[in-house]
């Protein structure tokens, strides 16, 4: 019997974990750990995605929130190699780029427990972006990557990964696994009153929000897009909702809190277009063939851009309500196949069970 030790944290983790862990518990010979870092702790953002998903109540909670990247990766560091040397997993599977993912990562890496990557080979090429250095420093310390699309497999080569003694895999993308899981159980967000057609937005990503003047103009641009084009909805983190407050700046948009997954999956099912700074949401958009525009200078997700789904506007004023205005309406689809099909989970649990007979 292998026994894995997962470790999750954060929103896009626990959906990617879900149909991961539905597969291991289909399978034979698989024992799984839990360990929930506490990253996202608020029940909308926690809780509620353990509840609807199905995700088994994890094994260990460590309730690690709040500080700075360091200290938040620091102390989980202390926690979680805590719990591996209990536990004695003879892997650490972690996923996506958060401080969670590094943590667990290096944790292992530490103890020399292998580590394996969902979501490996993704780039951004920005350095300043906190998750281009988790996810850069996370895939250099595992020995299995599993890898969403070509583009993240093309990365890891030239990265120098063929000749290392890893395993690089092109799996497909769980987050396709789920939302095909999921839709039919989308519901509409509590309270009501959403407008018939409305355009979709998120804003939450750092770059963003911790700079004064892209807040400003990714504010002003919803706030124009909503008056002018088309309603819009906007599910606000709350760190979001307290930088705008701090800037003195006003959103005169629908404003919700925070919803759960399949909340989510009702909205991008009936929005008119998707408008947001997210990694995940872009593929998500694609998922339910919306196209998107993006609030960023780059994207991971490059293969989007590349097929015509998805559009990079940056935090400019006019590049983002000119691009709204080509893509209100527009309808996109998967003909070729871009993320697996919805057969990633059952690929990786596969390959972890060939890596413990080996």
């Known amino acids: 019997m292998q026994r894995i030790l997962t470790i999750i944290g954060a929103r896009p983790q626990f959906i990617k974990a879900s149909v991961v862990s539905r597969a291991i518990q289909q399978a034979e010979g698989i024992d799984e750990i839990i360990l929930h870092t506490g990253q996202h702790f608020d029940a909308n953002m926690s809780d509620v995605f353990f509840n609807q998903l199905g995700i088994p109540k994890p094994d260990i909670q460590l309730d690690i929130h709040g500080g700075s990247h360091g200290e938040m990766t620091g102390r989980m560091l202390v926690e979680i190699e805590r719990a591996l040397l209990e536990h004695k997993p003879d892997r650490v599977l972690v996923y996506g780029d958060t401080n969670s993912t590094l943590a667990g990562a290096l944790a292992a890496a530490k103890l020399h427990i292998p580590v394996a ?95 004064p003047e892209r807040l400003a103009n990714i504010v002003e641009a919803l706030n124009d897009t909503h008056a002018k084009q088309s309603s819009v909805v906007l599910p606000l983190h709350p760190r979001t909702r307290k930088l705008i407050a701090e800037q003195g700046l006003s959103l005169d948009v629908h404003i919700i809190d925070p919803v759960g997954y399949f909340e989510m999956v009702w909205l991008l099912d009936h929005c008119d277009l998707v408008l947001t700074d997210s990694g995940g949401v872009q593929k998500e958009a694609f998922f339910f063939g919306r196209a998107c525009v993006t609030m960023r200078d780059q994207t991971e997700w490059v293969e989007l851009i590349e097929v015509g789904a998805n559009e990079l506007v940056g935090a400019n004023f006019a590049r983002i309500v000119d691009s709204v205005a080509r893509n209100l309406g527009r309808r996109v689809s998967d003909n070729q196949q871009l993320y697996g099909g919805g057969k990633a989970s059952g690929r990786i649990v596969e390959e972890l069970m060939n890596a413990c007979d080996e």
Do not use: W, Y
Request: proline share 5%; charged share 20%.
């Open 117 to 211: 990557h969902v979501e490996a080979g993704l780039r951004s090429f920005n350095m300043d972006m906190p998750e281009e250095i988790n996810r850069i420093l996370t895939d250099q310390i595992s020995d299995m990557l599993f890898c969403p699309t070509t583009t993240a497999v093309n990365n890891l080569k030239n990265e120098g990964f063929g000749s290392k003694p890893v395993n690089v895999m092109q799996v497909g993308d769980v987050m396709q696994d789920a939302a095909l899981l999921f839709a039919s159980k989308a519901v509409a967000p509590a309270g009501g009153d959403l407008p018939e057609k409305f355009v979709l937005a998120t804003l939450h990503r750092a770059e963003n929000t911790d700079n």
